[in-house]
């Protein structure tokens, strides 16, 4: 790469490590508040995961996660996948035709910019079924292809050698993050949320994501 590529996926790596998971987390905490059953299942799943028999372990201080943990947790892989489908941290994608293209019938000239609608693509019930809108992570158990009808049916970083450089560094601080949350506190929704979904540079709560937190140990 040349030095200026180098700065580029640096700042790159920078956003992905920030903006994207943060956009992602708010999201995920949001649809397990309004699903507690899930929100149990994966709280389970870390305590198991981490060799605790209680899902309070304590001291809380002493629970660390390590690398070897993170591919263990795969209900809260699926929830993360079902998250970015639903809220896809950039639900519009551009990109410039550099060169003629066909789409069908429908001529693509050079210079064209064509918008990717993920956030459309991502809920249309042709592709994913009838419950394209509802919070569902396993439907991905058995991988993207089982769960819609179309391999490019999920682009929630991209696709192609566009796909998002941070894309794997933002799901696995987010997975990371989420666990060690779900392992500490129980949330529900404030009653202060207004549900708005913001475009700004990801896809975001335009009114913040205000929770309920409960340490988990003041609950036993």
Known sequence: MTEQE????S??????????????????????????????????????????????????SSTV??????????????????????????PL???????ENHLGDIRVPPGLEVIVPVAAIHRSEELWGRDAADFRPDRFENGIKSA?????????FGSGPRT????????????AVLAMVLLRFNWELSGSYRHEPDVTLNLQPKFGMPLLLTLL???S
């Not at 390590?66 to 941290?89: C, D, N, Q």
């Not at 819609?148 to 929630?156: I, K």
């Not at 998002?164 to 997975?175: F, I, N, R, Y």
């Open 6 to 9: 180098a700065l580029d996926n």
């Open 164 to 175: 998002c450089v941070g894309q794997s560094l933002a799901m696995t601080e987010a997975k």
């Open 65 to 90: 996660l390590a690398w070897e943990h993170l591919s263990k947790l795969k209900t809260i892989g699926l929830i993360l996948m079902e998250a970015v489908r639903l809220f896809p941290p950039q």
């Open 93 to 99: 994608i551009g990109r410039s035709c550099v060169r």
């Open 217 to 219: 140990e003041q609950t």
């Open 148 to 156: 819609c009808s179309h391999p490019l049916a999920y682009l929630p």
């Open 11 to 60: 700042v790159t790596f920078l956003l992905a490590g920030h903006e994207t998971t943060a956009a992602v987390l708010s999201w995920s905490l949001y649809l397990l508040a309004l699903n507690p059953q899930w929100q149990h299942r994966a709280r389970e799943e870390v305590s198991q995961v981490l060799g605790s028999s209680s899902p309070s372990p304590s001291p809380l």
